[in-house]
T-cell receptor, first 112, second 113 residues
């Protein structure tokens, strides 16, 4: 699976949009981009995933560049409860199922 | 919303003892995983399980580890003879289809003394 590069940490203001970047310049055509977060040693929580189109759900939006070498997770109105480590992961689809490989993620602190 | 449940939430055991960590995956899911996270470190893949057999395992998953799906609802991780370095959070995950997201439980904190 392709590696990803994320900032180690970032702060954002409560109520503002949080834009979390991820670089995956070696991504292959059949690899999806997944975003998870982990709040204080809880289990990782699925946020969103996409292949090449932008995606939106009730939690966030995922913007993938046209060349697919990078993406941005957008939390539209950050709350204090969004403080967590956010992981950007690329994963190829396999018939027998494929694991997620977690990196260090971005530690996001939402400040009042 | 259905969720993955893990029991116990915290397990304390003595070095050399066997321990079984239990997971109830989401009911219509077909793929099952165990991960672990040592305090302050990354979430690490241990093993994946599909169609009643291990589909992939990491170097961490040595002969001391085994997994089992004893019935239609439970998925267990057994550590035969625990070591101090097995102390970690252990997360179970399940997935419905091969191209769908993994859903994680909230983990079992294993402390080996």
């Amino acid at each position: 699976d392709a590696k990803t590069t994320q900032p180690t940490s970032m702060d954002c203001a409560e109520g503002r949009a949080a834009n979390l970047p991820c670089n995956h310049s070696t991504i292959s055509g059949n690899e999806y981009v997944y975003w998870y977060r982990q709040i204080h040693s809880q289990g990782p929580q699925y946020i969103i995933h996409g292949l090449k189109n932008n995606e939106t759900n009730e939690m966030a939006s995922l913007i993938i560049t046209e060349d697919r070498k990078s993406s941005t997770l957008i939390l539209p109105h950050a709350t204090l409860r969004d403080t967590a480590v956010y992981y950007c992961i690329v994963r190829v689809d396999k018939a027998a199922g494929n694991k997620l490989t977690f990196g260090g993620g971005t530690r996001v602190l939402v400040k009042p | 919303e259905p969720e993955v449940t893990q029991t116990p939430s915290h397990q304390v055991t003595q070095m050399g003892q066997e321990v079984i960590l239990r997971c109830v995956p989401i009911s219509n899911h077909l793929y099952f995983y165990w991960y672990r996270q040592i305090l302050g470190q990354k979430v690490e893949f241990l093993v994946s399980f599909y169609n009643n057999e291990i589909s992939e395992k990491s170097e961490i998953f040595d002969d001391q580890f085994s997994v089992e799906r004893p019935d239609g609802s439970n998925f267990t991780l057994k550590i035969r003879s625990t070591k101090l370095e097995d102390s970690a959070m252990y997360f179970c995950a399940s997935m419905r289809l091969s191209n769908s997201p993994l859903h994680f439980g909230n983990g079992t904190r294993l402390t080996v003394t």
